[in-house]
């Protein structure tokens, strides 16, 4: 039904940047709330941050406030994460999600994921 795939991951020295985009399938992309996840190798997946359906609300981590900042374009069906200040401790592999709710920090929110992107931030 909605098809979600993330791009713009790979490999940065710790200070680096990098911007991660997903592009999402169909004609209801404005209709959905957006959040990016990650998981680290031997972690649970954990909530980055989230934008409500016009990009009028942000939702973000403690962890990722200041540095991480999330957008939406309506027009072209794309979320994006911009990463700042990257630390090892970013290092996971980044999902894309869709919530056709209100959804904003909770995994079980999301109905539709993407495959992933890997962040590798070396030190």
């Known amino acids: 039904q909605v098809q979600l795939v993330e791009s713009g991951g790979g490999l940065v020295q710790a200070g680096g940047s990098l911007r991660l985009s997903c592009a999402a399938s169909?004609?209801?992309?404005?209709?959905?709330?957006m959040g990016w996840f990650r998981q680290a190798p031997g972690k649970e997946r954990e909530f980055v941050a989230a934008i409500n359906s016009s990009g009028g609300r942000t939702y973000y981590a403690d962890s990722v406030k200041g540095r991480l900042t999330i957008s939406r374009d309506n027009a072209k069906n794309t979320v994006y994460l911009q990463m700042n200040s990257l630390t090892p401790e970013d290092t996971a592999v980044y999902y894309c999600?869709?919530?056709?709710?209100?959804?904003?920090?909770?995994?079980?929110?999301?109905?539709?994921w993407g495959q992933g992107t890997q962040v590798t931030v070396s030190s």
């Open positions: 169909g004609r209801t992309f404005s209709s959905y709330t």
């Open positions: 999600a869709a919530s056709d709710y209100l959804g904003t920090k909770s995994l079980n929110e999301y109905r539709y």
